[in-house]
């Protein structure tokens, strides 16, 4: 499996951006795809990830009510729409897929076994 992610960039505090993530290759019989990020200095965390199915979301408390993330099924693409941003925000965003991951691991960066490159998020205050 290949994930392409894009669209990240340098944004000012209170601004948006929207995140995609293009996958391709093998077929996953029950799909999960999630972001995780990785500020200078501290551990990568989760974001936020959606079963592809089901469309069960999940997301991280520090992001919740600002960012969503959606799937697209015709174009195998998952993408977060990330507003409100704040400077602690700023990271490298990654994007991942596991296949048949339950509810209750998808915060688990181990849950996933294919990661994209990341994209780099600046928020300037």
């Known amino acids: 499996v290949q994930l392409q992610a894009s669209g990240g960039g340098l944004v000012q505090a209170g601004g948006s951006l929207r995140l995609s993530c293009a996958a391709s290759?093998?077929?996953?019989?029950?799909?999960?795809m999630g972001w995780f990020r990785q500020a200078p200095g501290k551990e990568r965390e989760f974001v936020a990830a959606v079963r592809w199915r089901l469309g069960n979301t999940v997301y991280a408390d520090s992001v919740k009510g600002r960012f969503t993330i959606s799937r697209d099924n015709a174009k195998n693409t998952v993408s977060l729409q990330m507003n409100s941003l704040k400077p602690e925000d700023t990271a490298v965003y990654y994007c991942?897929?596991?296949?048949?991951?339950?509810?209750?691991?998808?915060?688990?960066?181990?849950?996933?076994?294919?990661w994209g490159q990341g994209t780099q998020v600046t928020v300037s205050s």
């Open positions: 290759g093998r077929t996953f019989s029950n799909p999960v």
């Open positions: 991942a897929a596991g296949d048949g991951i339950i509810l209750s691991m998808m915060r688990l960066e181990r849950a996933y076994n294919y």
